[in-house]
C-alpha cells in the first residue's frame, strides 16, 4: 500500500483532514476521493466526476485507488456503490 501525498491534490483540498472530510461526507473510501481529486484539475471536476464521472474517468480513479488500499480491504466504496476488489488487487 503506498501512502497518500496530500501535496498532488492541493488544488482541491488543503491536508488529509480536508480529504477524509470530504469522503465521509460523500460516503466514500478515502482512496476514492484521493483518486478522484488526482484525476480532477479542480473542485468543481472533483464533484462532477465523483457524481457522473466519464468512464474513462472512472476507471482511473479505481485503478489509482487500488494502489492505496491495505492488502487485507475487499471493497470500496464511492457514495452508494460498492467496488469489489478481489483477492490479487495488491499492486504497486
Known amino acids: 500500500m503506498k501512502r497518500f ?3 498532488d491534490i492541493t488544488h482541491i483540498v488543503k491536508d488529509f483532514d480536508e480529504l ?4 465521509d461526507s460523500r460516503e466514500t473510501s478515502v482512496e476514492i ?3 478522484i481529486m ?8 472533483a464533484k462532477r466526476i465523483w457524481e457522473n464521472g466519464s468512464d474513462i474517468e ?22 452508494e456503490e460498492t467496488i469489489e476488489l478481489g483477492r490479487s488487487h495488491y499492486k504497486n
Not at 477524509?20 to 469522503?23: C, D, I, N, P, S
Not at 472512472?58 to 457514495?79: F, M, N, P, Q
Open 38 to 45: 488526482k484525476v480532477a484539475p479542480s473542485k468543481q471536476d
Open 20 to 23: 477524509k472530510q470530504w469522503a
Open 58 to 79: 472512472c476507471e482511473s480513479v479505481v485503478e489509482i485507488a487500488r494502489k492505496y488500499v491495505a492488502e487485507d480491504e475487499e471493497e470500496l466504496y464511492w457514495g
Open 5 to 7: 501525498d496530500v501535496n
Open 33 to 35: 476521493a484521493y483518486a
